[in-house]
């Protein structure tokens, strides 16, 4: 395939569109293509749940946005139409008011009263006070996950996970679930908003074939069930089939059988998720945001994780931690790295780069995990960052800058995928510690975790050994780039005088800060200042692995033991507060280089070829739409859902 596709689609805000390249695709057999081809529609076809999700009123304020854009004749060369425009396409990209990564409601660039042009040229009949708070009201739906801490992080934040409900009363209802001597607890939560009746009672609405979201669940149910005439194999074709039992039923035992069959069927080389998966939507981490990605094996990188997933044992024997901590015996990590083919939901257009699943830990513990490296992304990521600037900008010195040329993008995938495959898997709960002991901070301190394990193993000779990295300087480009990040750089996506929140900001900070703050007085790693400008300078870094090690112990056993307290101390001192002065210094130089902070994709297109007589002879795929074509035609192919 030539590589002469166009990797920048669209740019607005804080917004850079890039498209992602699928390579493989063309030499899948048509059975593969089918497969992906049936699952990638049943990936779009749950669009509508997120925004639905994210904000209740999100759905509405999206339809009301495209039929103004779709329907008004006045002037689109205005300012403050292109205003809109860039309003509607951040809309698209969030799913919903809410910055998709901040979660702050983000403020139109137009004003008030030129939506009520807009609105009163296309007889916009709805709540017009109710549209005017949700756009402009800063303090009306002003967070989609609030994690501040003392707040009632359930009542202040606009998600629709909950309504009518405290977060005592969450906790509570949830408490009251859960039982801590099952080995085998359910999600409890995971696929369903909890609500408060007229008479102060709780319950809850489940997301599932015939309950909430059905519309758009049964489309999805139908194009599983499509999907399911191509599979590869018996073990697939069970996994469709438990899928589909689930949205059908809502029993959270059966998604654990979902989950069960999923991680053991490894053999097939088009693979997908498809559900209520994440909880970084929710301040309690319980309600799973809805996504899908569907994906196939990259054969060639894949030998790479299986070099370290087949040592997964060595890695957990020689994890610094206590050893009560360690897994006696790491069950089945099992590592791929794929190409996405299509990515929906939570996932789209912002994605992650590795994935590691399921979330439940016993089914972790007994049965493993599936890790995988979006390979295809990273690769779109590195492509369209070449010269840019950024290094020369940020990086000290050129030794620094050719560190990063030469193995950077090996040790950040390497990173990835020792992140995802073992970091996540590691360790283990003592007896009668609950996995929910660590609530808001659970999430960002399993990061931490990860992270830190991919870290301190990244500079092991046996990476060298397994033949994954070439040379004993490689680690140190990963090193810098994510200190860096951690004590810097990562400060672009922040607006001056806000606190980090997002989980993985947090965790990178929480890393750099507390090694920082280690390494200070003896230099290990140091904040210099010339030419009026910080730079970050690692004088030790052996040393640097060592304290990476230290951090590690910590953090596992604040998780081993749930000791909530400890843990939020570490997020609380580490991984919120941010140096003004540092973050005003950061962002001026930034904006110099003219980038967009946060990225995202549109999908491919994929199309039956028919012969003739109507047969399908191929899939084929087509890399030209852009951004603002995807969207509507998203809009017009996948709405299954009735607004407010
Ligand atoms: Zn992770």
Redesign the pocket.
Known sequence: MNDTIQYHVDRFADIEVLRYRVPGFEDLSLRDKLLIYHLSEAALAGRDILFDQNCRYNLWVRQTLEHIYLTWSGDRQTADFQAFETYLKRVWFSSGIHHHYATNKFTPGFPAAYLDTLLNDTRFEGDRQLLHRLLFDPDFMAKRVNLQAGDDLVATSANHFYEGVTQQEALDYYTALSDSTDPHPVSHGLNSRLEKAADGSLHEVVWKDGGEYSRAIGEIIRHLEQASAYTENEAQRKVIELLIAYYRTGDLHTFDAYSIAWTQETGSRVDFINGFIETYGDPLSLKGSWESIVNFKNLEATRRTERISSSAQWFEDHSPIDPRFRKKEVKGVSAKVINAAILAGDSYPATPIGI?LPNADWIRAEYGSKSVTLENIMQAYDKAAEGNGFAEEFYETEEDRSRLHQYGFLTDVLHTDL??CLG?GSGQLLPGTSPDALQSYASCLE?TR?DLFGLYFLADPELIELGVIPDSEAYKAEYYRFMLNGLMTQLVRIPLGEELEEAHMRNRQLIARWVYEQAASDQVVELVRHDGKTYLRINDYERLRTLFGRLLAEIQRIKSEGDYEAGKRLVETYAVKIDPVLHQEVLERYAGLHLAPYKGFVNPVYTLVRDAQGRITDVRIDYSEGYTDQMLRYAREYSFLTTK
Do not use: K, R
């Open positions: 590691n992140h995802e996540h990061e990860a």
